[in-house]
């Protein structure tokens, strides 16, 4: 059994459900204009407390899937909330069972199907720049991650100062299952998760509980979830902007935990042997080779899911974590940005929407891949979604020189 000390080094800062049926689009925009705002501050509540203030992800019924409005709204009110000296600290949670199930991508999916491509834009400009506010933010900040943390929801709370995650915690990136890539910074702290475990996970979709995280530094802190209403009576008791007073009260009520047997951690050097190859190809190559001669089930579980997900998808994310070693967040963001509407332009695959439509809409999951195999996707289709974006179209503009002023 490999030893586990080398995860247990914190990352620090470096590191869908449906959306509205129609009956509920019509509505909603049917709705007179103040109260379209007061609905969508409800997305995200805010409580205030001494020296703080949390922001609260309600879309219970969408397990709080991402949306243009919510990502704005998180934007203006951490700006808002860093530029008050009033205020020490910040914390973000999210209501009832989950923290937050990532992008909503059926609403992107039926923006896509109605060419509102700019709407899509919205999205991720308004979401890649608060992940990168989040991983530049000035004061204190802390995470809950109780309940099911993915994609673009680990986007909104791994680059913040610190992470708490519970026995209820779930961690994955399951995008290339639904023909798109790990996002919302994922290229910049899954490339730095200890050896290839970053690669294994995003081209996997391979899920972590909260014991993993807190091994391989994605989580801070460990509580049990029947503490969470202590922790969050502590904090909101606080009146600091000081990070040690906080980190010794998330520590106060935590709760030391070890990786049990059956952890997929124990296998990173087994992990590391397959997915350190340089292709994909290399990759399934080799987890083949190891289920032609083995009784093991891992290696037939792992490369049945790779086959599952769009072989374009898989090439694409091989390449973004790769790059994103050797990046900064927000050189990260940009690439991302950069693949992100090559994918809703679909001019080289219309994997996306297939994915969705495949998965989360009809739900026959037997999406079309197109192309369908890896050794039909070409360095060229690989290339365009890393390639600028052009005259026409504007890169990610995120704010660098006020947020970083040195680089």
Same mark, same amino acid.
């Given at each position: 059994?490999q030893k586990?000390?080398?995860?247990?080094?914190?990352?620090?800062?470096?590191?869908?459900? %449906?959306? /509205?049926?129609?009956?509920?689009?019509?509505? /909603?925009?049917? &709705?007179?204009?103040?109260?379209?705002?007061?609905?969508?501050?409800?997305?995200?509540?805010?409580?205030?407390?001494?020296?703080?203030?949390?922001?609260?992800?309600?879309?219970?019924?969408? &397990?709080?899937?991402?949306?243009?409005?919510?990502?704005?709204?998180? %934007?203006?009110?951490?700006?808002?909330?860093?530029? %008050?000296?009033?205020?020490?600290?910040?914390?973000?949670?999210?209501?009832?069972?989950? /923290?937050?199930?990532?992008?909503?991508?059926?609403?992107? *999916?039926?923006?896509?199907?109605?060419?509102?491509?700019?709407?899509?834009?919205?999205?991720?400009?308004?979401?890649?720049?608060?992940?990168?506010?989040?991983? +530049? *933010?000035?004061?204190?900040?802390?995470?809950?991650?109780?309940?099911?943390?993915?994609?673009?929801?680990?986007?909104?709370?791994?680059?913040?100062?610190?992470?708490?995650? +519970?026995?209820? +915690?779930?961690?994955?990136?399951?995008?290339?299952?639904?023909?798109?890539?790990?996002?919302?910074?994922?290229?910049?702290?899954?490339?730095?998760?200890?050896?290839?475990?970053?690669?294994?996970?995003?081209?996997?979709?391979?899920? &972590?509980?909260? +014991?993993?995280?807190?091994?391989?530094?994605?989580?801070?802190?460990?509580?049990? @979830?029947?503490?969470?209403?202590?922790?969050? $009576?502590?904090?909101?008791?606080?009146?600091?902007?000081?990070?040690?007073?906080?980190?010794?009260? &998330?520590?106060?009520?935590?709760?030391?935990?070890?990786?049990?047997?059956?952890?997929?951690?124990?296998?990173? $050097?087994?992990?590391?042997?397959?997915?350190?190859?340089?292709?994909?190809?290399?990759?399934?190559?080799?987890?083949? !080779?190891?289920?032609?001669?083995?009784?093991? $089930?891992?290696?037939?579980?792992?490369?049945?899911?790779?086959k599952e997900?769009?072989?374009?998808?898989?090439?694409?994310?091989?390449?973004?974590?790769?790059?994103?070693?050797?990046?900064?967040?927000?050189?990260?963001?940009?690439?991302?940005?950069?693949?992100?509407?090559?994918?809703?332009?679909?001019k080289v695959?219309?994997?996306?929407?297939?994915?969705?439509?495949?998965?989360?809409?009809? @739900?026959?999951?037997?999406?079309?891949?197109?192309?369908? @195999?890896?050794?039909?996707?070409?360095?060229?289709?690989?290339?365009?979604?890393?390639?600028?974006?052009?005259?026409?179209?504007?890169?990610? !503009?995120?704010?660098?020189?006020?947020?970083?002023?040195?680089?």
């Amino acid at each position: 059994m490999q030893k586990l000390s080398r995860f247990l080094l914190p990352l620090g800062r470096s590191l869908q459900r %449906n959306v /509205f049926c129609s009956l509920q689009e019509r509505y /909603f925009t049917a &709705l007179p204009s103040y109260a379209q705002h007061d609905y969508l501050q409800e997305e995200v509540l805010v409580e205030g407390r001494a020296n703080s203030r949390v922001a609260i992800l309600n879309r219970p019924s969408a &397990l709080n899937a991402l949306t243009t409005s919510m990502a704005a709204r998180l %934007n203006r009110l951490y700006e808002s909330w860093e530029e %008050n000296s009033d205020i020490g600290f910040v914390m973000m949670k999210g209501g009832q069972k989950a /923290f937050c199930s990532g992008t909503d991508v059926v609403t992107l *999916y039926r923006l896509l199907n109605e060419g509102k491509t700019e709407e899509c834009k919205a999205y991720f400009e308004n979401l890649y720049k608060f992940v990168y506010v989040l991983g +530049t *933010y000035l004061k204190p900040h802390v995470a809950i991650m109780d309940g099911i943390v993915m994609g673009g929801g680990a986007g909104i709370s791994l680059p913040g100062m610190f992470r708490v995650v +519970t026995e209820k +915690t779930v961690f994955a990136s399951p995008e290339v299952q639904i023909g798109f890539h790990p996002d919302a910074g994922a290229s910049y702290y899954l490339s730095r998760l200890p050896g290839y475990l970053g690669e294994y996970l995003a081209l996997t979709g391979e899920k &972590l509980n909260g +014991t993993e995280m807190m091994a391989c530094g994605l989580a801070t802190h460990y509580s049990l @979830k029947e503490k969470l209403p202590w922790i969050e $009576e502590r904090l909101g008791k606080l009146i600091t902007d000081d990070r040690s007073v906080i980190e010794n009260s &998330l520590s106060q009520y935590g709760t030391l935990v070890y990786p049990d047997e059956r952890s997929q951690l124990h296998r990173l $050097e087994t992990i590391d042997n397959y997915f350190c190859h340089d292709t994909m190809e290399e990759i399934v190559e080799a987890l083949e !080779n190891r289920v032609a001669g083995s009784y093991d $089930e891992w290696p037939s579980t792992v490369l049945g899911k790779i086959k599952e997900a769009s072989p374009l998808s898989l090439k694409v994310t091989l390449r973004s974590i790769r790059e994103g070693r050797f990046q900064t967040l927000d050189q990260c963001l940009a690439r991302e940005y950069r693949i992100s509407l090559k994918w809703i332009f679909k001019k080289v695959s219309n994997d996306f929407s297939e994915g969705v439509r495949a998965r989360l809409v009809d @739900k026959d999951f037997a999406p079309k891949w197109d192309p369908s @195999k890896l050794e039909e996707v070409t360095v060229d289709m690989v290339e365009s979604f890393f390639s600028p974006l052009g005259e026409v179209e504007p890169e990610l !503009n995120l704010p660098t020189s006020l947020r970083e002023p040195d680089v």
